[in-house]
């Protein structure tokens, strides 16, 4: 299983205008941060005589502190959806869970999935 994670670091370093780290965010960093992690991979198949891209599938956490660092990250991030790389031929990105705020709590995360469409 390949790992893709140095193009996502810089994929997604080249999209927003905050820290980006991988896994985890190291405790006490400044927010708002993005954190991405793998949540898998699955290789190209064979359709038709026609062998189709390997899809890297990743998760990314934008963690802030208030709703509008929220969506101005998602819309930072939102302009990377349906374009294409010299790494990736196709990448696609969905919101999936904007967390409730806690009033205990002085964070707020949303979380997107991102797939890859690989390059051969």
């Known amino acids: ?14 999209a ?10 190291p ?4 927010l708002p941060v993005i954190v991405h992690h793998s949540l898998g991979y699955q290789q ?8 189709l891209p390997d899809i890297a599938n990743y998760r990314i956490m934008v963690i802030a ?10 819309t930072e991030l939102e302009t990377l959806d349906n374009t294409e790389n010299a790494d990736f031929q196709a990448i696609k990105l969905s919101l999936t869970y ?3 705020r806690d009033p205990d709590i002085n964070i707020i995360r ?8 690989t390059r051969g």
């Open 44 to 51: 190209g198949r064979v359709l038709k005589g026609v062998r």
């Open 110 to 117: 949303a979380m997107v999935n991102l797939d890859l469409h």
């Open 27 to 30: 405790e006490g960093v400044p």
């Open 16 to 25: 927003v205008s905050v820290r980006v780290y991988s896994s985890y965010a």
């Open 65 to 74: 502190e208030n709703e509008s660092d929220i969506d101005y990250l998602l």
């Open 1 to 14: 299983m390949k790992s893709y994670g140095i193009e996502v670091q810089r994929l997604l370093s080249s």
């Open 98 to 100: 904007v967390e409730p």
